[in-house]
């Protein structure tokens, strides 16, 4: 097949890892007879810098051609004045409500070979597989904001459709697992909360039979997470819940440096990218763990191209260079660490 990718390296990392994703699905396209056609362009603070916005028109523009666009990072200390006008996560904002991509999905399967990296202990984590399906586009982030004297105000909305088509999805891809759905709200307190249990409780048994539907309170979810994270199939959740708990989900995997992410919505394109920031920490130098990226082109792979085998080959792939003692500083421990193009190659030898 041909494909076109539009590539958005942005600031810090986010330029080191993009490019050692793409080597990699060059490499999936020749094996796999495929052309994939990359075009990058410019988000985030890049953006900013060349052209005072933090999403072009251009890159909109590019990425509503698209097939699928693969993002590194946004955001960085040159660009975070609280005073400034335009931020680089404005961008990613923009995007994601520009393309619709309101279902951000962010799968967690710990790595053996990473579970000494986590906090967490190994027993607990031993068998944990989860995907959370977190609402992107609606919510407290997107309604009216005001600011009056000494009080301050952030509208939380969501409608009945909102609910109902990232309910779908979380079941769809659900039943490509274990069909079991956790539904996190707080329908005690916020009716917010409530309309989104009602919603969830009448799609599944209207539409999802086969589905076994559990509701969770978010603070009780917290704590579940920790506690008994093998016993979650797909978690699906509102956006700041869903902002929440996949951070604290990512640290059963060990490395922020090892989540991929994936944001659909109804059209075919949809945006991939690492779930870890532009960590200007360590930028320019390197050695960021490509691993988070190169399993986003996994997800891209799958979602936007529908070529299954070829994302399982990637995702097998990173699974043997990780067996095989390939890691990166924020995996190795003291071990010998290898660099991001090292990574990278790791990959690449691994594919089959
Ligand atoms: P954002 O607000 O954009 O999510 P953040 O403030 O959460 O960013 P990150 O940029 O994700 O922060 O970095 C958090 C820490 O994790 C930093 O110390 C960074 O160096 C480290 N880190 C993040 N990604 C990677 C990676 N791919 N490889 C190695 N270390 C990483
Ligand atoms: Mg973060």
Redesign the pocket.
Known sequence: MQAEIVVLPGD??GPE?TQAAVRVLREVGERYGHRFITRQHLIGGAAIDATGEPLPAATLDACRKADAVLLG???GPKWSDPQAKVRP?QGLLAIRKALGLYANLRPVKPHPAALGASPIKPHLLNGVDLLVVRELTGGIYFGDKTRSGDTASDLCTYTVAEIERVVRRACELARQRRSHVTSVDKANVLETSRLWRETATRIVRDEFPDITLEHQLVDSMAMHLLAKPREYDVIVTENMFGDILT?EASMLAG???LLPSASLGEGRVGLYE?????????AGRG???????ILSVAMLLRHSLGLEDEAKCVELAVSRALDDGQF???LAGGRPAIGTDAAAAAVIRQLQ
């Open positions: 810090g990392i890892v990072a946004v955001g996560e951070d490395s922020l440096g690492p779930i870890h920031g532009s960590a200007p920490d360590i050695i960021a763990n490509p691993y988070a990226t990166t500083g924020d």
